[in-house]
């Protein structure tokens, strides 16, 4: 049996590589699918590749309070009840040393990565109160250690983790799991980015040589563990954070 039958799920950053894995995934495995980002070509393109009867899609800023809320009230109109929720949306950011980085570039990135979870959890975790739900958050192995040259973003994904523990105590007694996913370097356009710009400023050799497994994730990989913290498999995890980095932090 499908693991997300007749389950509602909520995917933001959809558009992106982890977010359109997850949400691949999620409707092959039985789930409705709400996707939600800020770039309209992506999520249509997306849900064009997705059964029509299980996708459908909203353009929306995360960072935006009014946004969040609409969109968690669309997933309940049209899907019917809301039951999983990926705050996956994120950006990296201005890369440089923090003397170099403008206020307004840690900002942005604080926007993006923190202020949406917490605008998230906010509207999401009354909608999931009747019934109990599962909310998974993105992070980031930059989120367990420094990043020279991406403070703002380790700072964020750091941000993240006491979010996601916080709202899994609040959420324990209505049977709101929340738990986060920590990826190390996978194949996305926000990895691709970040090689570029270390490349052009002069790094040596294969940064895939440095994780033990020797390469980087699939977005496909990282979608397997959002699959299982979403599915009945995980109902007795809350509130803890998962590592899908091929040993890096071993």
Request: charged share 20%; hydrophobic share 45%; with cysteine.
């Amino acid at each position: 049996m499908p693991r997300l039958k007749d389950k509602v799920a909520i995917i933001t950053g959809a558009a992106g590589g982890m977010g359109s894995a997850a949400a691949r995934l999620f409707t092959r495995e039985g789930a409705k699918v709400l996707l939600v980002d800020r770039e309209e070509e992506g999520l249509v393109k997306l849900a064009n590749l997705l059964p029509p009867e299980q996708a459908s899609y909203f353009v929306a800023d995360v960072t935006d309070e009014a946004a969040t809320k609409a969109f968690v009230a669309a997933a309940l109109k049209r899907l019917g009840g809301l039951d999983i929720a990926l705050l996956n949306a994120g950006i990296e950011g201005e890369i440089g040393r923090i003397d170099e980085v403008p206020v307004a570039a840690f900002d942005r990135v604080m926007a993006v990565n923190v202020r949406s979870v917490w605008l998230g959890l906010a509207s999401l975790m009354p909608a999931m109160r009747p019934a109990g739900g599962s909310i998974v958050i993105t992070s980031s192995g930059a989120g367990l250690r420094g990043s020279a040259g991406l403070a703002a973003y380790s700072a964020s994904k750091h941000a993240v983790l006491g979010l996601m523990k916080s709202a899994a105590l609040e959420g324990a007694k209505d049977k709101i799991r929340v738990n986060a996913i920590n990826p190390a370097q996978t194949r996305t356009r926000m990895m691709e980015a970040i090689d570029a710009h270390l490349n052009a400023a002069g790094r040596t050799g294969d940064p895939a040589a440095r994780i033990p497994l020797g390469r980087y994730a699939e977005p496909s990989e990282v979608a397997s563990m959002m699959l299982f913290l979403a599915s009945d498999e995980s109902n007795y995890c809350t509130g803890a954070a998962y590592q899908v980095d091929g040993g890096s932090m071993s």
